[in-house]
T-cell receptor, first 115, second 111 residues
Framework: GAVVSQHPSWVICKSGTSVKIECRSL??????MFWYRQFPKQSLMLMAT?????????EQGVEKDKFLINHASLTLSTLTVTSAHPEDSSFYIC???????????FGSGTQLSVL | DQQVKQNSPSLSVQEGRISILNCDYTNSMFDYFLWYKKYPAEGPTFLISISSIKDKNEDGRFTVFLNKSAKHLSLHIVPSQPGDSAVYFC??????????FGTGTSLTVIP
């Protein structure tokens, strides 16, 4: 089955630093990738939709300059949390679709802790 | 290795009947389970959850059943409506943080 790999699974950083999270589709070309944020035991919140080769579409309330998304190839999308602060501590998860249907494949997520 | 599996990629049900979506998991440490619903071109939205201390949770037309011994989770929708047509994902967690998702079941409710 299709696999989406997300790295790192857990990261701790100091306030003010930037953190990059990678999302890779290992055995398929992902025309669209989604980035979500999830607080413990709450629902996934869609942050942005990333299409290969074009700018990401951000959901209302998500700061574009803070959460930089790059989808440079059909197998890789990255989310960079710039100048991270403790309130950015959360669980970030990506998902990818092959296109043509709506089946989504999810990464296992990244737990970000900002000190 | 897929720790959460939805073995039925699609399901069709007549309007007014019951829809049953199934989910199996392998990790006995999972203690929190969720169902998400996704419409085309939209992100998933949370539907209902259940903790491992329960075997049933009900919210309106949606009921989630958990069978821990069988490591099996199911979502019942009664009565099914055309607006329920969507892709449904189950997810499981052992810590409340990292979640493992199934690949989804596409439900079509036929008017």
């Amino acid at each position: 089955g299709a696999v989406v790999s997300q790295h790192p699974s857990w990261v701790i950083c100091k306030s003010g630093t930037s953190v990059k999270i990678e999302c890779r589709s290992l055995d398929f070309q992902a025309t669209t990738m989604f980035w979500y944020r999830q607080f413990p035991k709450q629902s996934l919140m869609l942050m942005a939709t990333s299409n290969e080769g074009s700018k990401a579409t951000y959901e209302q309330g998500v700061e574009k300059d803070k959460f930089l998304i790059n989808h440079a190839s059909l197998t890789l999308s990255t989310l960079t949390v710039t100048s991270a602060h403790p309130e950015d501590s959360s669980f970030y998860i990506c998902s990818a679709t092959k296109g043509g249907n709506e089946k989504l494949f999810f990464g296992s997520g990244t737990q970000l802790s900002v000190l | 290795d897929q720790q959460v599996k939805q073995n039925s990629p699609s399901l069709s049900v007549q309007e007014g009947r019951i829809s049953i979506l199934n989910c199996d998991y392998t990790n006995s440490m999972f203690d929190y389970f969720l169902w998400y619903k996704k419409y085309p071109a939209e992100g998933p939205t949370f539907l209902i959850s259940i903790s491992s201390i329960k075997d049933k949770n009900e919210d309106g037309r949606f009921t989630v059943f958990l069978n821990k011994s069988a490591k099996h989770l199911s979502l019942h929708i009664v009565p099914s409506q055309p607006g329920d047509s969507a892709v449904y994902f189950c997810a499981a967690s052992a810590t409340g943080n990292q979640f493992y998702f199934g690949t989804g079941t596409s439900l079509t409710v036929i008017p």
